[in-house]
């Protein structure tokens, strides 16, 4: 009898849970994927400006500086794209976000609303 009951509640529980498990889930997955791409930014972007300061570095007379000064525009160009790049990829991420939180919504509305 009272296993009958406590798997009843368990099973209502479960039921009414599921919403939130997958909301649960479909956030964590949009964490996942926001910190490795801030991960990869802060990687990329240290790395260029590690080269940028041991170019910097390299300078030693006014042939050398010239040299320095015509690469600051490739530098400025590579940036300027991995900038355009990185915005792109967070746009992706937040559409998707947005898109699987209305399916996620329609889905629950369908099941909340009788036939």
């Not at 798997?7 to 368990?10: E, Y």
């Not at 940028?52 to 300078?59: C, F, G, I, L, N």
């Not at 559409?95 to 939180?101: P, Q």
């Given at each position: 009898?009272y296993?009958e009951?406590f798997?009843?509640?368990?099973e209502?529980t479960?039921?009414?849970?599921?919403p939130?498990v997958?909301?649960?889930k479909?956030v964590?997955k949009?964490v996942e994927?926001?910190?490795e791409?801030?991960?990869?930014?802060?990687?990329?972007?240290?790395?260029?400006?590690?080269a940028?300061?041991?170019?910097?570095?390299?300078?030693k007379?006014v042939?050398s500086?010239?040299?320095f000064?015509?690469q600051?525009m490739n530098?400025?160009?590579h940036?300027?794209?991995q900038?355009?790049d990185d915005?792109?990829k967070?746009?992706?991420?937040a559409?998707?976000?947005?898109?699987?939180?209305d399916h996620?919504?329609?889905?629950?509305?369908k099941?909340a609303t009788?036939?």
């Open positions: 009898m296993t009951m798997k009843t509640v368990s209502q479960e039921k009414s849970m599921a939130f997958k909301f649960n479909l964590t949009n994927t926001l910190t791409l801030q991960l990869n930014a802060i990687r990329t972007y240290s790395e260029m400006g590690l940028q300061m041991k170019a910097a570095s390299d300078v007379d042939t500086f010239t040299a000064a015509g600051q530098a400025l160009t940036l300027s794209q900038l355009i915005s792109n967070l746009q992706n991420v559409k998707e976000f947005k898109d699987e939180l996620l919504a329609t889905e629950n509305l099941a009788p036939a």
